[in-house]
T-cell receptor
């Protein structure tokens, strides 16, 4: 069965520092990959997605993610974090076809001044 | 543009009572999803509709849960009777034609507490 792992439950970074959130998936073929952000008390918002093609994907709010087939990873990055980026981030995987999305357990990001 | 609208935002009820959660998808979207989020199980898909027709309800936990979509602009998720283990945040999401799971827009959620 497909699975998605976010190994970091909680990450703290200083404002202005760079950020990388890890995501690994377990699936034979290359699935569709997503990153969502959830601010406190809000629903999830799609940051970016990867289906095929260029392995470096640009998203909204200055985020990017890189697909690495050899590592079965889809890590999210941002070069300089802002206090407003404090939220929970979810990686999600979908095998394709009519199969549903499976969400990771989330990584909670804290930004300190 | 209005996003996905859910009501109520918070619901507190007692065990055994009927609970109805409501969702208005984004106009023009033809997919609608119901999710449940808990600390223990994360975000789980309960059911989804396409063009008002239920397509996959395999995530509905048991017969106490039911969902309907009488028209393109309204859906309900009903729990009868409710139990304390149903306490969670319930999200509705919609997506545009042709995108399905690939472009979901989530509502703000309904936080349900069953005492």
């Amino acid at each position: 069965a497909q699975s998605v792992t976010q190994p970091d439950i909680h990450i703290t970074v200083s404002e202005g520092a760079s950020l990388e959130l890890r995501c690994n998936y377990s699936y034979g073929a290359t699935p569709y990959l997503f990153w969502y952000v959830q601010s406190p008390g809000q629903g999830l918002q799609l940051l970016l997605k990867y289906f095929s093609g260029d392995t470096l994907v640009q998203g909204i709010k200055g985020f990017e993610a890189e697909f690495k087939r050899s590592q079965s990873s889809f890590n999210l990055r941002k070069p300089s974090v802002h206090w407003s980026d404090a939220a929970e981030y979810f990686c999600a995987v979908r095998p394709g076809g009519y199969q549903k999305v499976t969400f990771g357990t989330g990584t909670k990001l804290q930004v300190i001044p | 543009d209005a996003g996905v609208i859910q009501s109520p935002r918070h619901e507190v009820t007692e065990m055994g009572q009927e609970v109805t959660l409501r969702c208005k998808p984004i106009s023009g979207h033809d997919y609608l999803f119901w999710y449940r989020q808990t600390m223990m199980r994360g975000l789980e898909l309960l059911i989804y509709f396409n063009n008002n027709v239920p397509i996959d309800d395999s995530g509905m936990p048991e017969d106490r849960f039911s969902a309907k979509m009488p028209n393109a602009s309204f859906s309900t998720l009903k729990i009868q009777p409710s139990e304390p283990r149903d306490s969670a945040v319930y999200f509705c999401a919609s997506s545009p034609p042709g995108t399905g799971y690939n472009e979901q827009f989530f509502g703000p959620g309904t936080r349900l507490t069953v005492l």
